[in-house]
């Protein structure tokens, strides 16, 4: 369950993690319209079905402190209708035409995308099109998704069991660094925030030379081409300069450490470790170490912690996919009648273990498997296929990726492992809170 709602607030929208990686090469082809739009087209005739999809590289990173939850709110906001397509008809067309939606939003980009029998492709392409040259950024729609998104952020975040552990552990984490917020954003932020600083942000984000098209699945080359010239071209290039923040979190060296009370019936601890962005050579180290420690019964932290010392319920270890350098959250429930101090000490030796020796043979294959195992089925699906292609692009600029994160991660060694261990899980790298009930 735990594992669910960290994925959940670590996306505002419910979705997949998905690494872009599997043991046959995905071909693919890419272009760039002379508006800076980047398409990627990627044939799959297995089903008779497509993904259209548009990753923006705008997520809450990008937003004024001042005014925080905007690349959220737009994630609402793009449904509301277009200057073709009437208030609440946006989902009907896809509805109607036997298809699925959605959307979601991290700290680094927001995604879009359509699921449609293949023989829909124009209609995806439209909608898409309409979304990012015609949304209709105005008071109405504006009144009526600040309603919303401040009723999802009571019911996701203020009054949700653990809810607060996501932006604590952020606030708790970085001092200047814009992941301090979480892409829900501060409620006064939206409440407050006038039409034009709405219109403003759509128009500096939401432009073609900040966006990424993906089409995946069944669909003819030069079909696609065509409808992405007819509806794609005319949209004109954004001219307002990008931000893209390059705030630099300063390097720790002290632990942060509170206490904080929530309407929960169990305690937890939650420690924070600073780990590197997305891509490095030692974010694929840390990764593997978190797989290590919690990923499946005989993990290490669940084999020793939960199974044989029977100090907790559940744990978890889980690096945060960010673009910039992000964070490992380690996260322990103790069982009735354990102190969190007992539990935190056995956590931190198991960290210590691994830092003093290097894991087994036997352990470092058997992690290799479930990483190989792993990036196979992420790409397994057109939908999962169309986000690790656009993902590649948006972070790297460079769509192959998609086909060398296993090798990646085949580079890592043990001693790679244990460098991680010492380099980045000591007690000046990390937040520990303490996660209480509420005093009543």
């Known amino acids: 369950m735990i594992r669910k709602l960290f994925l959940s607030l670590l996306f505002v929208s419910v979705f997949t993690i998905g690494s872009f990686a599997q043991t046959r090469k995905i071909e693919f082809e890419e272009y760039d319209l002379d508006n800076g739009l980047h398409v990627i087209l990627q044939q799959d005739h297995t089903t008779p079905n497509i993904v259209v999809s548009v990753m923006y590289h705008v997520g809450s990173k990008n937003e004024n402190p001042e005014l925080t939850g905007f690349a959220h709110f737009f994630e609402h906001l793009m449904f509301e209708g277009t200057e073709n397509i009437p208030r609440f008809q946006y989902d009907k067309y896809v509805s109607r035409a036997g298809g699925s939606l959605n959307a979601n939003t991290s700290s680094d980009r927001t995604y879009y995308f359509e699921m449609l029998p293949s023989n829909q492709l124009a209609l995806g392409l439209w909608l898409e099109s309409e979304r990012m040259m015609h949304a209709k950024v105005e008071e109405i729609g504006i009144k009526t998704q600040k309603g919303v998104v401040i009723q999802e952020k009571k019911q996701s975040y203020d009054n949700k069991p653990y809810g607060q552990i996501l932006p604590e552990t952020m606030a708790h984490a970085y001092t200047d660094h814009p992941y301090k917020w979480i892409p829900i954003g501060d409620e006064e932020h939206i409440r407050n925030a006038k039409t034009e600083d709405?219109?403003?942000?759509?128009?500096?984000?939401?432009?073609?030379?900040?966006?990424?098209?993906?089409?995946?699945?069944?669909?003819?080359?030069?079909?696609?081409?065509?409808?992405?010239?007819?509806?794609?071209?005319?949209?004109?290039?954004?001219?307002?300069?990008?931000?893209?923040?390059?705030?630099?979190?300063?390097?720790?060296?002290?632990?942060?450490?509170?206490?904080?009370?929530?309407?929960?019936?169990?305690?937890?601890?939650?420690?924070?470790?600073?780990?590197?962005?997305?891509?490095?050579?030692?974010?694929?180290?840390?990764?593997?170490?978190?797989?290590?420690?919690?990923?499946?019964?005989?993990s290490r932290m669940n084999k020793s912690l939960v199974q044989e010392k029977q100090l907790a319920l559940q744990m978890i270890a889980m690096p945060m996919p960010n673009e910039d350098p992000g964070l490992t959250l380690v996260f322990g429930i103790p069982n009735m009648g354990v102190d969190l101090k007992v539990l935190e000490d056995e956590m931190n030796k198991e960290f210590v273990q691994v830092q003093e020796e290097l894991i087994s043979d036997k352990e470092y294959q058997k992690l290799r498997n479930k990483i190989e195992n792993e990036l196979v089925s992420s790409?397994?699906?057109?939908?999962?296929?169309?986000?690790?292609?656009?993902?590649?692009?948006?972070?790297?600029?460079?769509?192959?990726?998609?086909?060398?994160?296993?090798?990646?991660?085949?580079?890592?060694?043990?001693?790679?492992?244990?460098?991680?261990?010492?380099?980045y899980f000591t007690p000046e790298n990390r937040v520990v809170l303490y996660y209480l009930p509420e005093i009543k």
């Open 379 to 423: 790409n397994s699906t057109i939908a999962h296929r169309a986000e690790n292609l656009a993902t590649a692009y948006t972070y790297y600029k460079d769509t192959q990726r998609i086909n060398q994160e296993l090798d990646k991660f085949f580079t890592v060694t043990r001693e790679d492992i244990r460098k991680v261990a010492k380099k």
């Open 198 to 298: 709405f219109v403003n942000f759509y128009k500096e984000f939401y432009v073609p030379n900040n966006a990424v098209l993906t089409i995946c699945g069944d669909f003819k080359t030069e079909e696609a081409k065509k409808l992405i010239s007819d509806y794609f071209t005319a949209i004109p290039k954004g001219t307002k300069e990008i931000y893209r923040p390059n705030i630099v979190e300063p390097i720790k060296t002290a632990e942060v450490r509170d206490t904080v009370y929530d309407n929960i019936q169990l305690p937890a601890i939650i420690q924070a470790y600073h780990i590197p962005a997305m891509g490095t050579k030692d974010y694929y180290a840390t990764s593997m170490l978190a797989t290590l420690m919690s990923d499946g019964k005989s």
